[in-house]
């Protein structure tokens, strides 16, 4: 089975700062997304990308960048943190095909100070 | 954009008893996928479903994409059940998942 790695586990940033997050799976899966997820709500997606080099905007992309450098690997910008802001952020990855079956990391969670 | 309701928001069920959770979507949905998200904020694979149903131990799932929802059985409710189930809902185009609200189930002695 594969993995589906971020880094950090913990993020403690502060207003108006730049932070990256960084995603890496081994399923060789060709789709790979960021979700946000926010107390009491669903996940939104902020960017996914199909394939290395890709990247499609979703609901929730202002305020963010992002980078497929390679097929294994997916990072999320926060362009400039928001004061007080508090959300888990969630990579996935699935492979192309007809199942499109989403897998998760565990999460990154972000606290601006 | 596309709309995907749950029902209820939260749920307490005592230990052995069982209940549904229900997905509503808005438009006509090529597949469902339901997650639950245990104690550790890890999101747990448990039904991915194009038609019908399919079952797994004590969870039961079933899709129809012509009336527009999706819901997730539970019978013989265990402590460890406990936590927010998401159900998300891939539209014809694909690649892109939307997620529910999730419903938040806590079992009880």
């Known amino acids: 089975g594969g993995i589906i790695t971020q880094t950090p586990k913990f993020l403690i940033g502060q207003e108006g700062q730049k932070l990256t997050l960084k995603c890496q799976q081994n399923?060789?899966?060709?789709?790979m997304y960021w979700y946000r997820q926010d107390s009491g709500k669903g996940l939104r997606l902020i960017y996914y990308?199909?394939?290395?080099?890709?990247?499609q905007k979703g609901d929730l992309s202002e305020g963010y960048d992002a980078s497929r450098e390679k097929k294994s690997s997916f990072s999320l910008t926060v362009t400039s943190a928001q004061k007080n802001e508090m959300a888990v952020f969630l990579c996935?990855?699935?492979?192309?095909?007809?199942?499109?079956?989403?897998?998760f990391g565990a999460g990154t969670r972000l606290s601006v100070l | 954009g596309d709309q995907v309701e749950q029902s209820p928001s939260a749920l307490s069920l005592h230990e052995g008893t069982g209940s549904a959770l229900r997905c509503n979507f808005t438009?006509?949905?090529?597949?469902v996928q339901w997650f639950r998200k245990n104690s550790r904020g890890s999101l747990i694979n448990l039904f991915y479903?194009?038609?019908g149903t399919k079952e797994n131990g004590r969870l039961k799932s079933a899709f129809d994409s012509k009336e527009r929802y999706s819901t997730l059985h539970i019978r013989d409710a265990q402590l460890e059940d406990s936590g927010t189930y998401f159900c998300?809902?891939?539209?014809?185009?694909?690649?892109?998942?939307?997620f529910g609200g999730g419903t938040r189930l806590t079992v009880r002695p």
């Open positions: 399923f060789n899966h060709d789709t």
């Open positions: 998300a809902v891939a539209n014809n185009a694909g690649a892109k998942l939307t």
């Open positions: 990308s199909i394939t290395e080099n890709d990247l």
């Open positions: 479903l194009a038609s």
């Open positions: 438009t006509t949905m090529r597949a």
């Open positions: 996935a990855s699935s492979p192309t095909g007809v199942q499109n079956t989403l897998y």
